[in-house]
């Protein structure tokens, strides 16, 4: 076999198992959002960050603190609630509203998605009044609930995230809240839910979906979503996505408001796309690539590590590559 031959099975065997490889450094376009989190779930990694401890209003992610707390004081998620007239009352004209009606009787499990999908004003305060009595005790159960996540810079004053004095959260704040609300099975059941119908018949869908609606745009790489807006928070958006058997959770607080532009949603698109063309992701890649920024000197380090799994393997691999190979010659130029 002539040595190009043997060349070109050497690169092979080399360069296949090579893959795909995580991109460790993310330069993402510019995105409307004034503070972005992006977290890989599956491997607990932070891969891009920008101003996510600065303190900020969160709009309507703050029902995702709503419905965790109500979910852990719930004893029976089928049990009967009928709404009433405190319960829909004095709700700001600018709050979303699932569509809730005195003498309505629906269930904890129809509030909370309520709650969730059209992001219902209306069915976060019925759930607090239910459950504790008034929508202040209910908001100490959430700062109780914020302290045990371990949402240090954050404090809230209602249960819908609409503007107030003395409410205000970070976006490292919103990733530990919903990383410990994903873990439970009924709220993530909800989260990734687009369209439900509440026992009273009443239909609800999430916003997501509502926006997909409006402006034509297919949103189904987004697995589940909890929007916001309100004039302090400016728009926002955490969804849950998935690539390549990894959950990627973006959380995106402070987009500009034009209407039917839906600037969060088109942050999350770019990040989408970014995620596609970027991000590619390997169980065992054969080489692991770290780019280090040595800020002293001012320039970038590469370090190239190969996989311990497959150090022996590429030893005796070579070896025996190279071993075929001084055969071959030898056979070329000697005749033995």
Request: charged share 25%; net charge negative.
């Amino acid at each position: 076999m002539k040595f190009k031959n043997w060349f070109l099975i050497l690169m092979v065997i080399f360069l296949i198992p090579l893959g795909k490889v995580k991109a460790l450094e993310w330069e993402l376009p510019e995105l409307y959002s004034k503070n972005v989190l992006i977290y890989d779930l599956t491997e607990e990694e932070m891969v891009y960050n920008k101003n996510i401890n600065d303190r900020t209003p969160i709009a309507s992610l703050t029902k995702i603190l709503t419905s965790i707390t109500a979910i852990e004081l719930i004893d029976d998620f089928e049990d009967m609630v009928e709404i009433t007239d405190k319960m829909v009352a004095g709700i700001s004209n600018n709050a979303s509203k699932a569509g809730l009606k005195t003498g309505d009787k629906v269930t904890y499990l129809d509030l909370l998605y309520g709650s969730l999908l059209p992001s219902g004003a209306d069915a976060t305060q019925s759930l607090a009044i239910s459950l504790k009595g008034s929508v202040s005790n209910f908001v100490s159960e959430m700062n109780k609930m914020a302290i045990k996540i371990g949402m240090e810079n954050s404090h809230f004053v209602n249960t819908s995230g609409l503007d107030i004095s003395g409410q205000y959260s970070t976006a490292s704040d919103v990733l530990k809240l919903a990383k410990y609300a994903l873990n439970n099975v009924t709220f993530r059941k909800i989260f990734t839910t687009r369209e439900y119908v509440m026992s009273n018949g009443l239909e609800v869908k999430s916003t997501i979906l509502d926006y997909e609606e409006k402006t034509g745009i297919d949103t189904s790489f987004i697995k589940g979503s909890k929007t916001g807006y309100t004039d302090y928070a400016g728009l926002c958006l955490t969804s849950l996505m998935e690539y390549q058997g990894h959950e990627i959770l973006a959380i995106t607080i402070n987009a500009p408001y034009v209407r039917n532009l839906y600037y969060n949603l088109q942050d999350h698109i770019v990040i989408w796309n970014y995620i596609n063309d970027n991000y590619l992701l390997e169980e065992d890649p054969l080489i692991d690539i770290d780019i280090n920024e040595n800020k002293m000197e001012n320039k970038k380090e590469v370090e190239i590590k190969i996989n311990k799994k497959y150090q022996t393997i590429l030893i005796v691999g070579g070896m025996v590559i190279m071993g075929v190979i001084i055969l071959s010659l030898r056979k070329k130029y000697f005749g033995k």
